[in-house]
């Protein structure tokens, strides 16, 4: 009898690890098969964004979302704040991402993610924080094991109150909902539509597969053949490769 999806969640656990096995790159190579979307206006960053934990490797989860503005001190006359925050980070699925709108840019007046938010946050079910900001105490973070991308690095934190939560955000160009699917590492990152999640993870594994089959395994075997032989055999790897994308998943759509 097939497993049924949670309602909150629809991947399993064991998909979400089999995911993060993957680098960003080529879950998009899967995600663009299987999507309807317009690739340019959803999917990945459009902005530069620096991961300054690669050696954490990928991370898959789903997004919660905060807003913060450390360049304004009036924040923090909401006392109730991060109580009322940490409850909402609480009752999400898991394992989460923070997605953080940092509505100071494109000054960086200071980090509200570093070493305590990192321990605080693992402790709630989250692998890691995009912020479209600066984050501090890179060693420690890492330390956690809590992955950071983000737009640079900071000395202090100013004020590092939160002043929205469970709302969309938008970082580095493209605007994130609560829930969504995100993939990230040293590449960048992946915002997946919900209606293509359920496919994703086929269409990865077949067209990492398909390349080591055909293309990658072209440039790497043929090497030291005459050059006009293994061009011959690299166009018909090529040629394979396309012909089971098709077979998979059909003519490519006009998007």
Known sequence: MPRRRPSHQRLFPGELLLLKRFNTPTVYNGWEQITRHNIAKVGFNVEEVHDFMPELGPIAGYAVTQVIEPGNP???KNT?????????ISRQPGPKIVIVQDLDK???I???????NASIHRSLGCVGV???GAVRDRN????????????????GHACATPVRWGCPVKVFGRVIQPGQLIHADQHGFMAIPPEDEARLLDAVAFMDANECNTLIA?????????????????????KAFGA????????????
């Open 74 to 76: 009036r924040h923090a």
């Open 80 to 88: 109730s704040a991060w109580d009322e925050y940490w409850r909402y």
């Open 106 to 108: 494109p000054a960086t």
């Open 110 to 116: 200071g980090a509200a993610w570093g070493e305590v």
């Open 130 to 132: 995009i912020v479209d």
């Open 140 to 155: 420690e973070m890492a330390a956690v094991g809590f992955k950071a991308l983000a737009r640079r690095l900071c000395v």
């Open 218 to 238: 072209a440039g790497r075997n043929f090497a030291g053949l005459p050059p006009e032989e293994a061009a011959e055999k690299i166009v018909a790897s090529a």
């Open 244 to 255: 089971a994308t098709l077979k998979k998943f059909g003519p490519r759509r006009k998007r």
